[in-house]
């Protein structure tokens, strides 16, 4: 069973930064694809970052030049850097990998943008 740990989620001011990181059981390079989700209170589950197998990154248009998704294979490890935050991007941000047809997720972490 594939076990996605994601940590580094907190408390920052607006203007501030913080990096997710999800660690993963396996190979991340077994996974077609790996990305960040986000969830606000009230609101749908969203997009924020996906990398592929390849290294082809996809970001939804909201956090396009604030936010960097990349990976490390050896630390089995993608990370979600935040910069520039805003209230907006306060949510339960979620790591997901895709293998084939099969979707695995992680219990999400806390990112709260508050002065």
């Known amino acids: 069973q594939v076990q996605l740990v994601e940590s580094g989620g907190g408390l920052v001011q607006p203007g501030g930064s913080l990096r997710l990181s999800c660690v993963a059981s396996?190979?991340?390079?077994?996974?077609?694809?790996m990305g960040w989700y986000r969830q606000a209170p009230g609101k749908q589950r969203e997009l924020v970052a996906t990398?592929?197998?390849?290294?082809?990154?996809n970001y939804a248009d909201s956090v396009k030049g604030r936010f960097t998704i990349y990976r490390d294979g050896a630390e089995k490890t993608v990370w979600l850097q935040m910069n520039s935050l805003s209230p907006d991007d306060t949510a339960v941000y979620y790591c997901?990998?895709?293998?084939?047809?099969?979707?695995?997720w992680g219990q999400g972490t806390q990112a709260t943008v508050s002065s």
């Open positions: 997901k990998a895709q293998i084939l047809q099969r979707n695995y």
């Open positions: 990398i592929n197998v390849g290294g082809i990154t």
């Open positions: 396996e190979n991340i390079f077994n996974f077609n694809i």
